[in-house]
């Protein structure tokens, strides 16, 4: 089975703070993911990198940063949080392929992210 | 840049009863796929279903596609209270490469024991 792991299920940090969101799949997947959840917002797509050391920026990237040092990994880095970043994290991977192809997504459990 | 938008935002049912949940999209696709997420959790991919299909059966669940307006509906049938979740569609547009899926707003299901 394919896993997605965030490392951290809650975190409460600071305004100012720099946070690091870590995410790890474990299917050589080349497509990873960052969303971020919000009640009345659906998912919304923050980064996304389809290769090593490549990002792409989604719908909703200010204030994030990511990093693809290695293929299994994409961390998610927000260099100064502020309370509006304050949500639901979810990090995703897929394989090589065109998702209109039908390529399906697999999702982390999801980081809780306070700022206060 | 949302695509599927589901309807309704929320549904409450008795165990037992067909839950049906709706999902319009705005471009042409290749594929829908609905996923699910129990509170608090990932989402959890459903099933797929293709633009040359009109329904596909998975267990409980039957999902349709109208190419022509655009839109899917899940049915979850003989719901049980494990049932419990929110219901999401995705797409990605067919002629867009490959660029990441788009989810809709989510179908809070609720069953009722």
């Known amino acids: 089975d394919v896993k997605v792991t965030q490392s951290s299920r809650y975190l409460v940090k600071r305004t100012g703070e720099k946070v690091f969101l870590e995410c790890v799949q474990d299917m050589d997947h080349e497509n990873m993911f960052w969303y971020r959840q919000d009640p009345g917002l659906g998912l919304r797509l923050i980064y996304f990198s389809y290769d090593v050391k490549m990002k792409e920026k989604g719908d909703i990237p200010e204030g994030y940063s990511v990093s693809r040092e290695k293929k299994e990994r994409f961390s998610l880095i927000l260099e100064s949080a502020s309370t509006n970043q304050t949500s639901m994290y979810l990090c995703?991977?897929?394989?090589?392929?065109?998702?209109?192809?039908?390529?399906?997504?697999?999702f982390g459990e999801g980081s809780w992210l306070t700022v206060v | 840049s949302q695509q599927g938008e589901e309807d309704p935002q929320a549904l409450s049912i008795q165990e037992g009863e067909n839950a049906t949940m709706n999902c319009s999209y705005k471009t042409s696709i290749n594929n829908l796929q609905w996923y699910r997420q129990n509170s608090g959790r990932g989402l959890v991919h459903l099933i797929l279903?293709?633009?040359?299909?009109r329904e596909k059966h998975s267990g409980r669940l039957r999902v349709t596609l109208d190419t022509s307006k655009k839109s899917s509906s899940l049915l979850i049938t003989a719901s049980r209270a494990a049932d419990t979740a929110s219901y999401f569609c995705a797409t990605a547009s067919r002629n867009s490469g490959n660029t990441p899926l788009v989810f809709g707003k989510g179908t809070r299901l609720s069953v009722i024991a």
């Open positions: 279903i293709r633009s040359n299909e």
């Open positions: 995703a991977s897929s394989n090589r392929g065109p998702h209109s192809s039908g390529n399906t997504i697999y």
